[in-house]
């Protein structure tokens, strides 16, 4: 490889003389690689970037992505991302989301599809929220039997045995288009 090849995790600049941009991310000291690739220091807007071949998608603040709940627990929800602005990614990378000040029982439960939007990246690690109205739930089954289920305010009913239980529902709940399928 060059001598521009980095590897992730690698420092590639100081956060006094540059910002992370894409596919790099600040530790609080250092700017360092997300992604295997070729550094890329823009001088002209002080970022440093990596550029990689097959472009891993690394989302930025601002972004809504789409994904799978991965893992629940009791303040947090870990995301793997599935699309980001409508667009697929294959990269797999995760993000956590705080359901510490949501009032519910149940925000989420595993499996289930959330739509989230990008806050930060803070130690390496990529943070989103839930908290808008057309940000959460996009799709659920029954945590009972299963089966399909449908909004009710807020809360969904099963179909199938009637179970209730609370989630944080998106706006676009129930709607099948809230994706762009590849072409």
């Known amino acids: ?61 601002g972004d809504i992505v789409i994904g799978t709940i991965a893992a629940v627990m009791s303040s947090m929800i870990a995301v793997s991302i599935d699309y980001i602005n409508g667009n697929p990614t294959t990269s797999k990378v995760e993000c956590v989301c705080s359901t510490r000040n949501i009032r519910k029982r149940n925000v989420a439960l595993v499996n289930d599809i959330a739509k989230l939007k990008i806050l930060n990246h803070l130690n ?15 799709f659920t089954k029954c945590r009972k039997c299963g089966g399909k289920v449908v909004p009710m305010r807020d ?11 609370e989630r944080k529902l998106s706006t676009d709940f129930g709607k099948s288009d809230f994706i762009k399928l590849r072409e």
């Open 155 to 165: 809360a969904i009913k099963c179909t199938e045995c009637s179970w209730i239980d």
């Open 1 to 61: 490889m060059s001598e521009n090849a980095t590897y992730p995790g690698e420092k590639i600049a100081s956060i006094e003389e540059y910002e992370a941009g894409y596919n790099a991310f600040d530790d609080g000291d250092m700017v360092r690689a997300a992604t295997i690739g070729q550094k890329d220091i823009d001088k002209t807007t002080r970022t440093a970037n990596i550029k990689h071949p097959k472009d891993l998608s690394i989302p930025k603040v």
């Open 124 to 138: 390496g690690t990529i943070h989103a929220t839930i908290d808008e109205p057309n940000l959460g739930i996009l």
